[in-house]
């Protein structure tokens, strides 16, 4: 059965509608009215979360698990319709549709068998030490608890994994704090739906409803409002530096001002080693032409720089990736937005000193071709433009001098998502020496692979120094990411029964 979204905002329960509508803008398929936010209607809501707070912030750690994993059973419930509506809305196969779906209720899963363990509250004990000298010490416990109420901002390029119920929503749902999502445009459908199925777990869960409301997409007002609510205790958002950075700011100006978890954007750098490019560059060039070219690069991890020695082996790895992305056709982007501001970052790179165009696109529609420059190690020391991202499937090849300029180039990166070493064991003594850098720019370092694949694990890191994100102390992939949402609280000498184990 064909899915009609209603075209209304989830506020605590109840599908509510208002005044004005926007049109959803499909790749193919039926476009639907949506109704746009408002500040209103962001009150409503986050007054409900807070008075949802009070219930679900002190339920047993089994409520919410069992509550993750019935969100979890209802997407799965709609996986026809979610795929149907999803691939209609952003030109994304069915196949990269359905593999997100799966990661979107496996990370909803693995965090319901991880809050179950308990290891997230941390907690620690300091025993009372009555006969101390000079002094005694009290009974000191700490746990770990939920901060309040969260605002999610949905992200254009992963609809549902980072998106309504994606990672940000389940790590604080896991922590025990209600969740505000402010849908994307790009696929407000997808929003919908995935929200009707969080509805459904709240029902069956019997939760206070004001555990989670979905506003659609609205103007900058609607933003504004959501992080600067006093009820919002911090917010959870992916998309671009500017718009991230302008949420971030007003997070920081609130009169309580709140953690901003955002991650921004990043070029993942990879540093090609000479006896690697030597042994396996042209391996290595097919390799990184599909992963930068996967999902018409419209990844945050995408690695758009490969960093490689002058020499005979550069310029075989120059032809082997040049070839190869010329054999890649149009893929279909995401919204008409995001492929203008490919092909504008694609002109600001042609345009800089310095670089020369091997691999082109006239398109000038919502699909897009790859794009591969190269460059100078000067000339990108020389440039600092060279290093923000240009979000879609475009490289750029630096050519460096010698070893001492890859370092210095290294020394010079901004905050990245992740770095990458191509390396093989003649060049273990470099790859040393590059280590240390590299863990001040990134938050996750690869060896011999891509970064276009990020694992939901206990161990992964999805973050890095600014402007990768900006808190360089959290990761919006793994289990770490519930900590986001909870605050350390000491008990001294407070009775057992009053400290809750929730």
């Known amino acids: 059965m064909t899915f009609k979204p209603l075209g209304k905002h989830l506020i605590a329960g109840n599908w509510v509608a208002s005044a004005d509508t926007f049109s959803s803008e499909p790749a193919h398929g039926d476009a639907y009215q949506y109704s746009v936010g408002t500040p209103e209607l962001v009150d409503t809501a986050c007054r409900a979360a807070e008075a949802a707070f009070w219930s679900y912030g002190y339920s047993s750690r089994e409520d919410r698990a069992k509550f993750l994993n019935a969100i979890a059973d209802e997407i799965e419930a709609r996986a026809d319709a979610i795929t149907e509506i999803g691939t209609s809305e952003t030109g994304l196969p069915e196949g990269r549709l359905q593999g997100e779906r799966g990661r979107t209720t496996g990370q909803l899963r693995l965090f319901a068998q991880h809050i179950l363990k308990g290891d997230y509250q941390d907690r620690r004990h300091d025993e009372a030490l009555p006969d101390r000298q000079p002094l005694p010490r009290p009974d000191i416990k700490l746990v770990q608890r939920p901060i309040g109420p969260v605002a999610v901002f949905g992200a254009s390029n992963f609809p549902l994994a980072f998106s309504t119920a994606g990672g940000d929503t389940a790590a604080a749902l896991a922590a025990g704090c209600p969740v505000v999502v402010k849908g994307h445009s790009a696929h407000p459908g997808t929003g919908e739906i995935v929200a009707e199925a969080v509805a459904a777990a709240i029902k069956s869960c019997g939760l206070h409803p004001g555990v989670f409301s979905l506003i659609q997409g609205g103007n900058r007002a609607v933003g504004q409002a959501l992080v600067q609510h006093p009820d919002i205790a911090a917010v959870g958002f992916t998309g671009s530096l500017g718009g991230g950075r302008a949420l971030f700011d007003l997070c920081a100006q609130r009169p309580v001002p709140i953690p901003f978890f955002g991650e921004l954007g990043s070029v993942n750098p990879m ?212 900590r986001r949402f909870l605050r350390p609280v000491s008990y001294q000498n407070m009775p057992d029964n009053l400290i809750k184990d929730k």
């Open 271 to 482: 540093f090609l080693l000479p006896a690697a490019l030597a042994s396996r560059g042209e391996a290595i060039a097919k390799g990184w032409a599909g992963s930068l070219t996967m999902g018409a690069g419209q990844f945050c991890t995408n690695p758009g720089i490969a960093l490689v020695v002058d020499g005979v082996d550069a310029d075989t790895f120059v032809k082997t990736v040049t070839e190869a992305l010329g054999d890649i056709g149009n893929q279909t982007m995401l919204t008409d937005g995001i492929a203008d501001a490919y092909r504008s970052g694609a002109r600001r790179v042609s345009g800089s000193s310095g670089i020369r165009e091997l691999v082109g696109t006239a398109c000038e529609t919502r699909d897009a071709a790859p794009y591969l420059f190269e460059t100078t190690g000067d000339a990108w020391l020389a440039n600092e433009e060279l290093g923000e991202e240009v979000f879609g499937p475009l490289g750029i090849v630096v050519r460096v001098k010698d070893e001492d300029q890859l370092r210095q180039i290294a020394h010079g990166l901004q905050g990245q998502l992740t770095c990458t070493l191509h390396m093989d064991d003649a060049d273990n003594e470099l790859a040393g020496s590059l280590m240390p850098v590299l863990e001040r720019k990134a938050g996750r370092i690869l060896a011999n692979g891509f970064p276009t694949g990020v694992e939901v694990s206990e161990a992964m890191v999805h973050g890095g120094p600014y402007p990768a994100s900006t808190n360089f102390g959290a990761t919006s992939v793994g289990t770490l990411s519930i």
